[in-house]
């Protein structure tokens, strides 16, 4: 398993411990789905907080060393299940807290994403930098960022590529609040415990209302727009990226 479930009374810690700082393959992306899938299921939980065993990374964004190996279609079924992750995730009707203690860029930012409420380690960095290398942002991905950055701070997460730390990353919506290093991950449990008071009928019908119409816009057009996703990944432009990336990670 590239994840452990962690619970602690009605809390539940979904942990990603992977090799590679959790670079995000398709043994985690499937984990992740079926962890979901489990913790929305388990009535004994009320609350799970999204974090990593990794101290300086929460989650660097997919494996390209994994990726690399894959051809058009098989580059195409990760992605649509990929998609299938954030489904699942945003979708949880129970409250979620991300606990963003280490770098969650790409990918990883996407999976902070997801959570009711994400909170940054001081000097921690989220970002999206898909455009950077060369691939649109998932139509999901957009979605998701709609229905959590105010409108003014959508272009500037999405388009620029660049990491946001500290205050900046809560001006722009990235995350709620930036907490010292030291501690981090007992105060965001105790902001997931206040939540998980709450009565869990009026949240679960309330995070219904929230997302239900988002969740639909996003499963309604992703398989309509994967395929440019897969085009970009392979143009000659995003190849040499890719390989000047994996030639600096000592995997060309």
Not at 108 to 128: F, V
């Amino acid at each position: 398993m590239s994840l452990r479930i962690e619970r602690e009374g009605p809390l539940a810690r979904l942990r990603l411990d992977k090799a590679r700082a959790n670079a995000m393959d398709a043994a985690l992306v499937g984990d992740l789905t079926r962890a979901a899938a489990e913790l929305r299921t388990d009535d004994g939980v009320r609350g799970i907080l999204l974090c990593s065993a990794h101290p300086r990374v929460f989650c660097p964004g997919l494996d390209l060393v994994a990726l690399d190996a894959y051809d058009a279609p098989a580059l195409r079924a990760f992605l649509l299940r990929f998609a299938e992750m954030v489904w699942a995730l945003y979708g949880l009707d129970k409250p979620v807290v991300a606990a963003v203690g280490g770098h969650a860029v790409a990918g990883g930012c996407i999976l902070a994403l997801t959570a009711d409420l994400r909170l940054i380690a001081q000097g921690a960095q989220m970002g999206l930098n898909e455009v950077k290398i060369g691939v649109p942002l998932p139509w999901t991905v957009t979605v998701l960022l709609r229905a959590n950055l105010a409108a003014t701070s959508v272009a500037d997460v999405a388009l620029d590529g660049r990491n946001f730390a500290d205050d900046e990353a809560v001006r722009v919506g990235l995350a709620h609040a930036a907490l010292p290093a030291d501690g981090f991950e007992g105060a965001a449990v105790a902001v997931l415990a206040r939540l998980a008071e709450r009565d869990p009928l009026a949240t679960r019908t309330t995070k219904r209302y929230l997302r239900t119409p988002f969740l639909e816009e996003m499963k309604a057009r992703e398989a309509d727009h994967v395929d440019e996703f897969v085009a970009a990944w392979f143009s000659p432009a995003t190849c040499e990226r890719r390989r000047q990336i994996l030639a600096s990670l000592g995997k060309s």
